[in-house]
């Protein structure tokens, strides 16, 4: 059974967009940059939410490609690319770069996928990670928080029916004050 992560860069007053979808608060330096790198490259699938892909795949795909573009970005577009991906929507027809859609039932589909053996998964999306999170799906919080309070927008999590107990597994900051923490779901 694979393990389940969500993971994403959230203000410390807990968002992961402010209001208008604006992320210029969560630019991540050299460092956090190759962290996410190597996590993408780490990953055996990631569960995309239509939204976040529609910003992903509206980039990453020629990133490489951009004029003045760094070696991490060349590395992170390859990962990027080359990671098997799963896209949750009803609204979109087609997908590419590694990517297979899903139009039906995301509840049941993300623990399907879990319970292959398949290897590790991110979820990766607000809107997506909220329903797994309310189904007990996800395993693994992985916070990235910025030094900076956007005071609304897209909540990193949802509301829920019941407690979810955690234990802290790592912390790690990196520059400009930026904080891992990393828990892990306890049955």
């Not at 959230?10 to 402010?18: C, E, K, N, P, Q």
């Not at 623990?111 to 797994?132: N, Q």
């Not at 900076?148 to 909540?155: D, N, R």
Request: aromatic share 10%; net charge negative; proline share 4%.
């Amino acid at each position: 059974m694979g393990k389940l992560s969500f993971a994403m860069n959230v203000s410390l007053d807990g968002y992961v967009a402010a209001p208008g979808d604006d992320l210029g608060w969560s630019v991540p330096s050299d460092e956090l940059f190759q962290w996410w790198s190597d996590r993408v490259g780490a990953t055996g699938l990631a569960l995309y939410g239509r939204r976040l892909w529609e910003g992903m795949s509206s980039h990453w795909p020629t990133a490489d490609e951009q004029p003045g573009v760094t070696p991490a970005h060349v590395e992170y577009a390859q990962r990027w690319r080359a990671m098997p991906k799963v896209v949750f929507s009803s609204t979109i027809s087609e997908v590419a770069w590694n990517a297979r859609l899903f139009a039906g039932d995301a509840v049941a589909e993300i623990a399907r996928l879990k319970a292959e053996d398949g290897g590790d998964m991110d979820i990766a999306g607000a809107t997506l990670a909220a329903s797994a999170m309310r189904a007990g799906l996800i395993d693994e919080y992985i916070l990235v928080t910025a030094p900076v309070l956007v005071g609304g927008g897209k909540p990193f999590f949802t509301a829920l029916d019941s407690w979810v107990n955690l234990k802290l597994v790592e912390t790690r900051t990196f520059s400009g004050g930026l904080l891992l923490s990393r828990y892990e779901t306890r049955g």
